[in-house]
C-alpha cells in the first residue's frame, strides 16, 4: 500500500524558514517523481516544486525559485521541501504526491497524495 505522510508544517513569520517532510512507502523511490503542491484557502491546488527519485532531477515553481529547495533521501524514502524567506502568500496547506516517471508538476499526473500539512506565515 502507497503512503505519503508530511510532516513540518507550522506557523512562521514571513522571513522566517520551515522545513517539511515526506516520508513515503510501498513503492520503489527511485522510479517515482515526489512532488510538493499547495493550497490556499479559496485558490486551485498548485504545484511548487518536484524530484525524480531516479537522477534527482528536480523543478521549482518560479515564485519560490530560490527560496525553496528539495531534496531526497533515497535511504530514509524521504522528501524535504527548505523553505526560507517565508512570505504570507506561501500560507497554504502543502501536500506531497508521487507519480511513476520523471518530472512533472502537472497536478493530474500524480497517483497518490498525502493528507497535507499546514504553513501558516505571519507578517
Known amino acids: 500500500e502507497v503512503q505519503l505522510v508530511e510532516s513540518g508544517g507550522g506557523l512562521a513569520q514571513a522571513g522566517g524558514s520551515l522545513r517539511l517532510s515526506c516520508a513515503a512507502s510501498?513503492?520503489?523511490?527511485?522510479?517515482?517523481?515526489i512532488g510538493w503542491f499547495r493550497q490556499a484557502p479559496g485558490k486551485e491546488r498548485e504545484g511548487v516544486s518536484c524530484?525524480?527519485?531516479?537522477?534527482?532531477?528536480?523543478y521549482y515553481k518560479y515564485s519560490v525559485k530560490g527560496r525553496f529547495t528539495i531534496s531526497s533521501d533515497n535511504a530514509k524514502n524521504t522528501v524535504y521541501l527548505q523553505m526560507n524567506s517565508l512570505k504570507p502568500e506561501d500560507t497554504a496547506v502543502y501536500y506531497c504526491?508521487?507519480?511513476?516517471?520523471?518530472?512533472?508538476?502537472?497536478?493530474?499526473?500524480?497517483?497518490?497524495w498525502g493528507q497535507g500539512t499546514q504553513v501558516t506565515v505571519s507578517s
Open positions: 524530484i525524480y527519485g531516479g537522477d534527482n532531477t528536480t
Open positions: 504526491a508521487a507519480r511513476l516517471g520523471q518530472v512533472t508538476i502537472t497536478r493530474g499526473s500524480y497517483d497518490y
Open positions: 510501498g513503492f520503489t523511490f527511485d522510479d517515482y517523481t
